[in-house]
């Protein structure tokens, strides 16, 4: 199996910036779609942005394009989301996704239903 923890999550004010870390335990591979994902209370689990590679580039959803930058550390088996400029609204628990070993990320933003191993979360609150 594939465990993921997640950590780097807290609470910040608007503008300000974290970087999420997920760091997988066991198997792992350098070529798998790894993706991140949050949910907001009262709303369902949606895709922030994916990465299979970072020579194929990242997928992200449009409301963080430009201020989140998703990418793998091989070497540490950690992907990282790196996240500037948070307004209120990216307030949610944030999840890390890994698919199936080498398996490629699908086109544009990350699906829940390619990914079968996630991590248990970390919370990112964002004040105004």
């Known amino acids: 199996q594939v465990q993921l923890v997640e950590s780097g999550g807290g609470s910040v004010q608007t503008g300000g910036s974290l970087r999420l870390s997920c760091v997988a335990s066991?198997?792992?591979?350098?070529?798998?779609?790894m993706g991140w994902f949050r949910q907001a209370p009262g709303k369902g689990r949606e895709g922030v942005a994916s990465l299979f590679s970072d020579n194929d580039g990242a997928d992200y959803a449009d409301s963080v394009k430009g201020r989140f930058t998703i990418s793998k550390d091989n070497a540490k088996s950690t992907l990282y989301l790196q996240m500037n400029s948070l307004k209120p609204e990216d307030t949610a628990m944030y999840y890390c996704?890994?698919?199936?070993?080498?398996?490629?990320?699908?086109?544009?933003?990350?699906?829940?239903?390619?990914?079968?191993?996630w991590g248990q979360g970390t919370q990112v609150t964002v004040s105004s």
């Open positions: 066991g198997r792992t591979y350098s070529r798998t779609c």
């Open positions: 996704a890994a698919a199936e070993p080498f398996r490629s990320c699908r086109a544009g933003l990350p699906l829940q239903a390619d990914f079968g191993y």
